[in-house]
């Protein structure tokens, strides 16, 4: 069964980082593109980053302060937050990208998420 | 970059009733565009790709068309299992972009 399993999440000081994980069963993560996507409480779901092979790609709003990376002998993938800030707060995705080649399809299969949350 | 505008914000509605949503983008995505299910507490499910796709195993009276800058999600007969939020997501370009969601609740 292909599934996909955040961990890292936690309560974290504003001004802190943190590594998200993310991993990939069922699959080969080195294979598929992976997107990472939040959402604060209360709010609706935010596209942050996709990393496809060795190319990434961040969402403006972020960029600067996250970086995505990938281990495909570990078939993880994780999201470096830094400079973490109270808008911060929220459930982060990571999902897979339906299709490995041109035409993609969109965001097939989710994790559970991991909560993040910016308080002192 | 690409801004993916949906409305309604909610949507008030019975079981049994024809529901569309509309998504529409700032510039063309072509036919770039999936459609997602969410339920409080739950992982969003995904339901239509390349704007009229069905994923499997999602019921039939889910359907969506659209091309260029305007989408909808059509939802034939609303079933109890229906009642969530929606949310369209352009794939064309990166950086990706999602809609701001529909709520559609129970009248």
């Known amino acids: 069964e292909v599934q996909l399993l955040e961990s890292g999440g936690g309560l974290v000081q504003p001004g802190g980082s943190l590594r998200l994980s993310c991993a990939a069963s069922g699959f080969s993560s080195s294979t598929y593109a992976i997107c990472w996507v939040r959402q604060a409480p209360g709010k609706g779901l935010e596209w942050l980053s996709k990393i496809s092979g060795g190319t990434k790609y961040y969402a403006d709003f972020v960029k600067g302060r996250i970086t995505v990376s990938r281990d495909d002998s570990k078939n993880m993938v994780y999201l470096h937050i830094n400079s973490l800030r109270a808008d911060d707060t929220a459930v982060y995705y990571c999902?897979?990208?339906?299709?490995?080649?041109?035409?993609?399809?969109?965001?097939?299969?989710w994790g559970q998420g991991t909560t993040v949350t910016v308080s002192s | 970059d690409i801004q993916m505008t949906q409305s309604p914000s909610t949507l008030s509605a019975t079981v049994g009733d024809r529901v569309t949503i509309t998504c529409r983008a700032s510039q063309s995505i072509s036919r770039w565009l999936a459609w997602y299910q969410q339920k409080p507490g739950e992982a969003p499910k995904f339901l239509i790709y390349e704007a009229s796709s069905l994923e499997g195993g999602v019921p039939s009276r889910f359907s969506g068309s659209g091309s260029g800058t305007e989408f909808t999600l059509t939802i034939s007969s609303l079933q109890p299992d229906d009642f969530a939020t929606y949310y369209c997501l352009q794939y064309q370009d990166a950086p990706w972009a999602f809609g701001q969601g529909t709520k559609v609740e129970i009248k």
């Open positions: 999902a897979k990208v339906k299709g490995t080649a041109f035409p993609l399809k969109g965001l097939d299969v």
